[in-house]
Structures are given as structure tokens and as C-alpha cells.
């Protein structure tokens, strides 16, 4: 039976969290030695290979050394993608690509054509390791010179929070997260460095690398539009996260620390869940800001979740566009078609439909308050792991509905536009016309 490229990569996903949660249920993967029960070993499959972060047991406390390799095994694996790693051990093997398979990295890696597919996979493998050996460098030279920590376990720090950062991931090997290093730059600069860059996706990393390299002259709309929200949300989050937390969670620190804290609080939440402040004590405004910026995400192709910064930003120039009453949309001297608006209108409405429905089971069935419940879905769909400490309090079924979000987060949109760009229905009529009222 032929199946779409988007239906192959959703079975690739569920593949693989069937996969690592079957590992991950095994007495070795625990410090206790006792296998882990299902729902733990599900949610933190998913959590893992979705690269979102939520967690309900302790990472660095609960799994074992053989346990926490499996979880960043399924983060590089849900990072490069099923479909780009099935890809590529097919060139190692036979040093070709079928259609088919060519069809199936496309539609995970977000290319326009064939032609390029084996370069764009090759070049998302030595991408990925390159940013990730030089982040992981850092961090354990930070961890054995400014912490003592032994070369091995410096290394091993290194690495794992490498990884979880370039994929934006958010599992960290500390109880607490990141808290403990939120004043230091050694530590956070590089984590923020490497979800940047993997959150603004790799056809804007390719694309810019041939700028540089004077291969391209003109950046593509989609890069343009990546960059230039990109930038704005950079500058924007931070700067609300620092107003609205100033007496807040960052009284007591100084300057310089509160605008490192707020600089990592206000980039993590569009693509990471590492977190340098306790979120169960920021203020209601700053969790509602949070929540935007979690579901808007990061750019297409990347490792980032949430509907995507160029979905947003065709939104606004379809506002801007009927506020001025211009008979088309144009964003950077181009002309964006009907169809793109519509995949954008049905992705952006879908995920409210998820996010709100989700939240609105969760309000009737537990007794948690509607910010934290909202901030918790928002997170889960967005693949972002941030969390307010609820997620392991929830019930089993709140829990099996975060990892239902999680899954939709990862693969949803990449299914949604491939299925909707690859159905193109002819009508060999056009019925009549009528206008509602609208507003």
C-alpha cells in the first residue's frame, strides 16, 4: 500500500518512541535496577525523541548512566530527524537515494525539490555534529576548570547538554535544571548559542552559509522572514521577561544577572525547556508571555516546535495586507499565493483548537488553575518542556494527553503542510459567489 511521505515520517516518530520506550522500561536504564513503569518510560520516550524536555521523574536521580544514553540517543535521533537518519544510512550503505526515500527526507527536512535532498541531509549530519562538538567543548572545559568536575564526567556533561541545547531539548543532568549555573555566562551563553541555531532551522543555516560564502547574493523570502522575526522575538522576550520579573524572580540579583537571566528566559521558551529561574514563582504576565512565544516556536526545518516563525509571520502580512486594503500579500518585495495564506490560517487554527481543547480537559478533570494548565499544554505542543513542577503531579490520563500533545507538537505541522501542499483538487466548476460579514 503507497503511503505519503508525511504519513511515512509520523510512522517514523511513532517508531521510534515505541522503540525507546520499550529500552527505556528495561531494569538497566534505572540507578534502581528496577524497570521503570509505563507511563514513565512512554512519556520520557516521547518527551525525548519529540525533543521537548517535560519530564515526571527526576533525569539525573532516576535513569542510570545507560538510561540517560538512551534518552540523548533518542534526542540526536528525533533531532535529525527519522526520516534524514534513514536517509542517510541508506547513502552509507548503497551511496544512492531512492524516490521514495527522497520524498520521505523532504518532507522531514522541509526541502522544496529532489535534487537537493542527499546534499541537505549530508549537510544537516555535519551541521548538527560540528555545532555540538564545539558547544560540547566548551561546557566541559567550563565544567572541569570553574566546577572540578573529573575530565570524564566534564566531558559527559558536555556533551549530553550539548546535544539537548543544539536540539532543543531542554533534558538536563541537574535536579534542578540549570538554576544552579543562571549567573554564569560560561555556561549559559553557549546553551543559548546552540538553541538559537538549532531553533532557526537548517535551510536558513544553509542559506546564510552560502551568503558568507558568496555563493547566493539574495536571501530567500523564507530566510528573510525567519531572520527578521527571529530578531524581533530575540530582542522582545528577553526585554518583557526583564520588566515584568525585575521585583520578581530577578530581585536580589545585579545587573549583569538580571540580564543574563532574562536574555536566557526570554530566548529559551520559543524552542528549549532549560530554565536558569524557577517558573512556579514568576508572575501570571510573565507565564502568558511565555505562552506566546512557546507557540509561535521556531523556524521551519529546525529542531525547534510550535507553528513556526514564518507561519506567524505570513499572519501579520495577511493582516497588514486587508488593514491597508492591498489586493495581495507582499512581504519583502514579494507576493505571497492565496494557498500558502490558507496552509498558514489552517496550522495556526488548528494548534489553538489542540491547545485550547487540551487545556480545557485538563481544567475539568484536575484541580490545577487555568495559567499553569495552559502554560503546561502550550509547552507540551510547542515541544518546549518548560513547566511550572506540575507535570508529574498530573493523572495518568493528563499525563497520556501531554504525550498525544507532544507527538502532534513534533510531527503535526510537518504532516499537516506536507498533506496540504501535496492534495491539489481540481474542480471542473466554480460555484457561486456570496460574501458573509465579516468582523
Given at each position: ?16 518512541v515505541?522503540?525507546?520506550?520499550l ?11 528496577v ?11 516521547t ?40 536517509s542517510?544510512v541508506?547513502?552509507?550503505l ?53 566546577y ?15 546535544i ?17 549555573f ?6 549559559c ?29 539574495r536571501?530567500?523570502?523564507?530566510t ?12 522582545i ?14 530581585r ?8 543574563l ?17 524557577d ?25 525547534a ?11 501579520l ?21 492565496p ?42 505542543f510547542?515541544?518546549v ?26 510531527i ?5 503542510v506536507?498533506?496540504?501542499a ?10 457561486p ?7
Open positions: 500500500m503507497t503511503r505519503s511521505p508525511a504519513r511515512v515520517v509520523a510512522l517514523g516518530f511513532a517508531t521510534a515505541v522503540v525507546g520506550t529500552l527505556l522500561s528495561a531494569p538497566a536504564a534505572t540507578q534502581s535496577g524497570g521503570a513503569g509505563v507511563m514513565s518510560a512512554l512519556f520520557t520516550a518527551s525525548a525523541v519529540c525533543l521537548t524536555g517535560l519530564i515526571v521523574v527526576d533525569t539525573p536521580t532516576y535513569w542510570s548512566g545507560y538510561g540517560q544514553g538512551l534518552i540523548l540517543a533518542l534526542i540526536q535521533l528525533g533531532g535529525l530527524g527519522i526520516m534524514t537518519m534513514a542517510l541508506g547513502l552509507l548503497a551511496n544512492r537515494i531512492g524516490l521514495r526515500a527522497r520524498l520521505n527526507a523532504a518532507a522531514e527536512a522541509r526541502t522544496s525539490g529532489l535534487g537537493d535532498v542527499r546534499t541537505v541531509i549530508v549537510g544537516v549530519v555535519r551541521t548538527s555534529l560540528l555545532i555540538e562538538a564545539v558547544v560540547a567543548a566548551c561546557l566541559a572545559a567550563r565544567f572541569a576548570i570553574g572540578d568536575e573529573p575530565p570524564v564526567r566534564a566531558l559527559w556533561l558536555g556533551v549530553f547538554h550539548a539537548s541545547a543544539f536540539n532543543n531539548a531542554g533534558f538536563a543532568l541537574f535536579s534542578d535544571n540549570i538554576i544552579s543562571a549567573r554564569d555566562p560560561w555556561i551563553v553557549p546553551l543559548m548559542a546552540a538553541v538559537i541555531l538549532g531553533g532557526i532551522g537548517f535551510p536558513v543555516l544553509f542559506e546564510v552559509g552560502r551568503h558568507l560564502r558568496g555563493r547566493r547574493r536571501w530567500s523570502l523564507h528573510r522572514l525567519t531572520v527578521a522575526v527571529t530578531a524581533v522575538l530575540l530582542l522576550g528577553p526585554l518583557l521577561v526583564l520588566l515584568l520579573e525585575w521585583q520578581h524572580t530577578l536580589g540579583l545585579g545587573l549583569g544577572g538580571k540580564l537571566v532574562a536574555a536566557f528566559q526570554g530566548i529559551m521558551p520559543r524552542t528549549a525547556g532549560f530554565n536558569s529561574v517558573y512556579a514563582q514568576m508572575d501570571d504576565a510573565t507565564l502568558l508571555v511565555t505562552d506566546v512565544l512557546m507557540f509561535i516556536g521556531g523556524g521551519s526545518g529546525g529542531t516546535g510550535g507553528i513556526k516563525v514564518t507561519t506567524f509571520a505570513v499572519l502580512f495577511v493582516i497588514a495586507a486587508e488593514v491597508r486594503g492591498d489586493k495581495s500579500v507582499t512581504a519583502f518585495d514579494r507576493r505571497i499565493e494557498r500558502l495564506q490558507r496552509q498558514a490560517l489552517s496550522v495556526a487554527l488548528i494548534a489553538v483548537a489542540l491547545v485550547m481543547a487540551s487545556t480545557l480537559a485538563l481544567l475539568a478533570g484536575t484541580a490545577f488553575d487555568l495559567n499553569v494548565l495552559l502554560f503546561e499544554v502550550t509547552s507540551a510547542a515541544t518542556g518548560l513547566s511550572t513542577g506540575i507535570t508529574a503531579q498530573l493523572p495518568a490520563w493528563g499525563q497520556l494527553l501531554l504525550v498525544v500533545l507532544m507527538y502532534l507538537g513534533r503535526g505541522p510537518i504532516t499537516l506536507s498533506a496540504l501535496a492534495r491539489d483538487r481540481g474542480r471542473r466548476f466554480e460555484l459567489v456570496e460574501r458573509p460579514f465579516i468582523g
